[in-house]
């Protein structure tokens, strides 16, 4: 396994543009950082990347295929960061 690059995902906002921009895929790690502070709070599992959004699976509630504005509707100021995997 080998980590390609690290993505930032600020906002909801963002989710359609990081994916034109980037070569996502499932399995990727994506890391969950609840109030922006830079320290990632929890970590999950891209389980599938579709044209307008990133779907997770997490383990602490369980979910499969969850999608990403759901972190965001929950934390309105928190961060996403991908580390891609080759």
């Known amino acids: 396994m080998l980590i390609s690059k690290c993505i930032t995902i600020p906002s909801s ?9 980037n070569n996502l895929q499932g399995g990727d790690i994506m890391y969950f950082d609840d109030n922006g502070d830079g320290i990632p709070d929890h970590a ?8 307008t959004m990133i779907n997770y699976t997490a383990h602490t509630k369980p979910r499969y295929d969850e999608p990403l504005t759901t972190f965001f509707l929950q934390y309105k ?5 991908i580390l891609t995997i080759k």
């Open 13 to 21: 906002k963002d989710i359609v543009s990081t994916i034109k921009n």
């Open 44 to 51: 999950t599992m891209i389980s599938s990347v579709k044209s």
């Open 77 to 81: 100021s928190g961060k996403v960061y």
